[in-house]
């Protein structure tokens, strides 16, 4: 397709995404329909309706796709996820988290079970052909990973195969441990746009020269980036003396000093594994630079959250914020298109920037303006 993007597989050879991608509102827009509506996004905390007849609506990907969706677990203790719009004229159906042996629109009193399934409208006598499947709330893909609940609209892969990495990494790690910590999460604003933030994040290329004191507590050499299919993951090994997991013989890693465990899920999901816990970052666009990313800390030792690679996860966030804003005002220069890679170095993002362009370029809704010829 004449003008798509192209970023070669051989990465001794090929050139980054040009630098449009990041600051026009059509590849946002592209990503948002091919992108992020066919990926799969944490939703919510398990432990939020973890009781029979509890309900919880959320919005899936608050401020870009802002998907008004409902988990519900019925009196079965079977654990649903709905739309959350009424099949009658379109208001949302649950409005806070409760209880309740039903779920009733409170516009004209349209009355759905836990299950999703129509149940009664009032003043529908006369109606004919009703009800009929389209009156039941539509389910939507969802998945239980530890405690963690992640949906998505129209999945490119099945949930098994995209957390498919993880799993078998971890498979010793007690995710069922994790205890959610409000005090130790927080989301930050930064001034760039989605991909620019998961850029840095793939690689530890910049970590000597931007975060000092995580340069301290990580053995750079030993430094090394695995690919897979969706998603890949970074492992920062621990200095002499740094705080390391205690792995087991199970481990692949068994051996080895583990500092953290960084996987990266296609598109915008980001799973650190440290001795004290996991940190969840989820990179949320809002603009074609501007962007909110959530830390939720899940703790499983407290008493090793000051040590180690995961000690200052704040003053890092904020490292990396100063840099990539600084990259998105450089990517709007009339002098810069695309830059390369270093095979050694940033294997992560041109894995990321070949996801990325296959998924747009599958959109369909390049302008047909002709690639740079660096791309060739």
């Known amino acids: ?29 592209a990503a948002r329909r091919a992108v992020f509506a066919r990926g799969w996004q944490l939703a919510a905390d398990r ?47 649950v409005e806070a988290a409760g209880m309740g042996k039903h779920l009733r629109c409170r516009y004209h009193g349209r009355r759905f079970g836990l299950d999703g399934g129509f149940q009664f409208m009032p003043e529908f006598e006369a109606a004919e052909g009703f009800p009929c499947p389209s009156d039941d709330l539509p389910a939507v893909p969802f998945a239980a990973w530890g405690k963690l609940l992640f949906a998505a609209l129209d999945p490119a892969v099945p949930f ?31 001034r760039a746009n989605w991909a620019l933030y998961c850029d840095n994040y ?12 995580l340069a301290e507590t990580l053995d750079y050499g030993s430094y090394r ?32 000093r583990i500092a953290a465990y960084y996987f990266w899920l296609f598109p915008n999901t980001m799973l650190n594994f440290y001795p004290w816990g996991l940190s969840v970052n989820v990179v949320k666009p809002l603009a074609v630079d501007r962007t909110r990313v959530s830390f939720l800390s899940y703790i499983l030792d407290e008493t090793r959250l000051e040590h180690g690679a995961g000690s200052i996860l704040d003053r890092v966030e904020r490292e990396d914020e100063a840099v990539v804003e600084n990259v998105q005002r450089g990517v709007r220069s009339r002098f810069y298109d695309r830059g390369r890679y270093s095979p050694t170095r940033e ?15 599958r959109d369909g809704s390049q302008d047909g303006r002709q690639a740079s010829p660096k791309s060739s």
């Open 347 to 361: 294997q992560g993002v041109h894995h990321f920037h070949r996801l990325l362009a296959e998924a747009l370029n």
């Open 1 to 29: 397709m004449p003008g798509e993007l192209h970023i070669e597989a051989e990465i001794r050879r090929a050139w980054t995404l040009p630098a449009r991608v990041y600051h026009e509102v059509r590849y946002l827009d």
């Open 160 to 190: 098994a195969e995209w957390i498919a990495p993880v799993q078998e990494r971890l498979a010793w790690y007690p995710m069922d441990q994790l205890r959610f910590d409000p005090g130790r999460s927080r989301d930050y604003l930064v």
């Open 202 to 213: 793939l690689e530890g290329f910049h970590i000597p020269f931007v975060h000092a004191g």
């Open 225 to 256: 980036t695995e690919l897979f299919p969706h998603s890949n993951l970074q492992l920062g090994v621990a200095e002499d003396g740094e705080e390391a997991f205690d792995l087991p013989p199970s481990s692949p890693d068994h051996g080895q």
């Open 47 to 93: 432990d939020q309706v973890r009781v029979p007849g509890q309900v919880l609506p959320v919005t899936l990907l608050e401020g870009f796709l802002d998907e008004p969706l409902l988990f519900t677990r019925d009196r079965e203790d079977q654990l649903r996820c709905l739309s959350n719009v009424c099949t009658h004229r379109g208001n949302l159906v």
